[in-house]
């Protein structure tokens, strides 16, 4: 039968758990902008399972852009981030909710390029839903990460367009 004082360390054990879930479901986020935004592309798929799935969409119920698995993350980081322009991700105001071993994540995100030398311009601002799930080696990960772009500068200051076309999943 479990004293009071079992109850008690066993609640503290639980929070102190759920607290350093939620830091490390944070370093994900944090980790998933820093790599994208220094084009470390494999660094960035392995923010996501092997068969890991970033969608992007325009507004809530535009169609989506799906890349499937590692090899599709790793080629649109390539083909999205182009070496001659600064980016820089920012993510808002993350609302984390852990079930286990796998967990939910809703934020802000925005996004600023450069447009000549230093000239910042907004690139866009949306929203992430994120599934995660903690891995064998204790690393949480995106399962699925949809972002939503709620407005958008879809070209860039050289008349490109800056989104990459959607690779087979």
Known sequence: METSQDAAIRL?????QR????RDILQTLYRYAHTIDSRQAAEW????VEDGVFETRIR???????HRGRAALTRFVELSQRPEALVQ???MEPVIAIDGDSATATSY???FRERGVSEPYLRGFGIYR???VRCPDGQWRFLERVSISQASNSVSPDGKSSLPAPTAS
Do not use: I, K, S, T
């Not at 607290?19 to 939620?22: G, P």
């Not at 798929?45 to 996501?48: E, K, L, M, R």
């Not at 809530?60 to 799906?66: D, F, L, T, V, Y």
């Open 12 to 16: 503290l054990q639980e929070r102190l």
């Open 130 to 132: 994120d599934r995660l």
């Open 109 to 111: 995100w925005v996004m």
């Open 60 to 66: 809530e119920n535009g169609a989506p852009a799906r």
């Open 89 to 91: 991700h920012g993510l």
């Open 19 to 22: 607290f350093e879930d939620e």
């Open 45 to 48: 798929a392995d923010c996501f």
